[in-house]
């Protein structure tokens, strides 16, 4: 994601004729990278749900998007909401990454901080409590919501 972001920042100017905002290269550059993961979690959920379940499904009647939206996405659903909760946890403290296209976002506070005060230790401790602040709700939510649909249970 780095190199992605490098380049996004520093090279497509080159391209297109015009800098791009540090908040717009990041914007677009974790859009992409996510976007990438989350589909590809949402592709394989999809196909791990077996063949049978949509041909039952058409042989009911229902149309192809019937049979997506009722049968096929609530079981892959199930399946995929592990690695998508790890996705948006990875992608929160990824935004760290930012920083390296001078945009002003946590880690780049601390670094600012330290070089005025000359002390690291306290302030990188604050950062990385304020990142667990953000992702342990998260984790919370994903671990309730997968209690709550079974999911991760051998019948799946």
Known sequence: MLVQLVLIFYGLPQIIGFRLEPFTAAFLTFGINSGAYT???VRGGVQSIDRGQMEAARSL????????????LPQAFRR????????????????AL??????QELMRTGQI?????????????MVALI??????????????????????????
Do not use: C
């Open 39 to 41: 589909s590809e979690i």
């Open 61 to 72: 009647g229902m149309t192809y998007l019937q049979a997506m939206w009722y049968i096929i």
């Open 113 to 125: 901080h330290v070089a005025r005060t000359g002390q690291p230790f306290p302030i990188y401790i």
């Open 98 to 103: 930012a920083s390296t296209v001078t945009m």
């Open 131 to 156: 990142y667990l602040a953000m992702t342990l709700p998260l984790s919370l939510v994903v671990r309730n919501l997968e209690r709550r649909m079974g999911a991760g249970d051998k019948g799946i």
């Open 80 to 95: 995929i909401l592990p690695p998508l909760g790890n996705e948006f946890i990875i992608l929160l403290k990824d935004t």
